[in-house]
């Protein structure tokens, strides 16, 4: 039952659009997948039609007063604004870093997967995705920094490796709102090939506005424009072959064939 941790350095770079795709892509195939928002901007939640009045939410779980089972709407533990008061209050905790990891204990058993959307910081709620995930998955938008990026968030990871969790592996990162055709794009997918080799997927995911459409119309990128969802279904491929998965991979492989008639 593999929790992965979706993260990056700096904001916008396509983390949660990657973590609603894949949760929508896995469940396809069958997968009982549980997603957990742990930003405060709720984006997660919201791309996957948890009412912004819903109560608990993951900020009520990490202080104590509700359950993780109470926290989770079909499927997803979603989060708000009070995820930021959350977030202070845990500061002056002891243990403070593994609240979310106590808090999935009691459900880890009932999902093949859990997939945690983090905020764009390196701060207190990511260390708490990456102490309680075995496997850290890292989104980098293709610019020019994307490099400096992915180094400081693979400083954090190994940070949390060495203190909290020393089980935790990198998955790998995705190249994420490419556009190819550019020079920048394609300095950034060789520039991160030669550092990190086959840790960078394969896979980049294209730059296009239907993204901002499909979230806005809350229809799944595959439906709403199955061209570029071709490269998420790509991208989920690759994690499972990283994952060990073969099973849910088989199932891929027949979901995108059926699709194609
Ligand atoms: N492949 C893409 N091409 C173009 N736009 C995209 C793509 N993927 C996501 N977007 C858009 O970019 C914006 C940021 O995406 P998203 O919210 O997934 O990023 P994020 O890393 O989660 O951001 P944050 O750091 O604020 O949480 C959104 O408006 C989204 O619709
Ligand atoms: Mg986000």
């Known amino acids: 039952m593999p929790t992965i941790a979706v993260l990056s ?35 997660l939640s919201d791309y996957l039609d948890v009412s912004p009045d819903v109560n ?30 959350a977030e202070l209050m845990l500061g002056g ?24 959307d983090c905020p764009p910081q390196l701060g207190l709620l990511t260390v708490n995705a990456l102490v309680a995930s075995d496997w850290a998955l890292l989104s980098a938008e293709a610019q020019y920094f994307a490099m400096q990026g992915v180094e400081q968030a693979l400083d954090v990871i190994e ?26 794009s394609r300095e950034a997918f060789e520039s991160l090939r030669t550092h990190f080799g086959e840790k960078l997927l394969d896979t980049t995911v294209r730059s296009s506005i239907a993204y901002a459409e499909s979230a806005e119309r809350a229809v799944s990128i595959i439906d709403y424009r199955p061209d570029l969802g071709a490269d998420y279904l790509n991208i989920a491929d690759e994690l499972l072959r990283r994952l060990g998965m073969p099973e849910a991979q088989a199932r891929l492989g027949e979901f995108v064939a059926d699709r194609m008639g």
């Open 159 to 184: 940070l949390a490796r060495e203190s909290l969790n020393p089980d935790l592996k990198w998955l790998g990162v995705i190249l994420n709102i490419a556009d190819m055709r550019t020079r920048h």
């Open 93 to 116: 905790k002891m243990g403070r870093e593994l609240s979310l990891k106590r808090a999935l204990r009691g459900v880890k058993d009932d999902y093949d997967l859990i997939l945690i």
């Open 9 to 43: 350095q700096k904001g916008g770079t396509g983390k949660t659009t990657t973590v609603r795709t894949l949760t929508d892509i896995f469940r396809r195939l069958g997968l009982r997948v549980l997603a957990v928002d742990l930003d405060p901007q709720g984006n």
């Open 56 to 85: 608990p939410t993951l900020g009520e779980v990490l202080t104590g007063q509700a359950t993780i089972q109470q926290a989770i709407h079909n499927d997803v533990v979603p989060a708000n604004l009070g995820l930021a008061e």
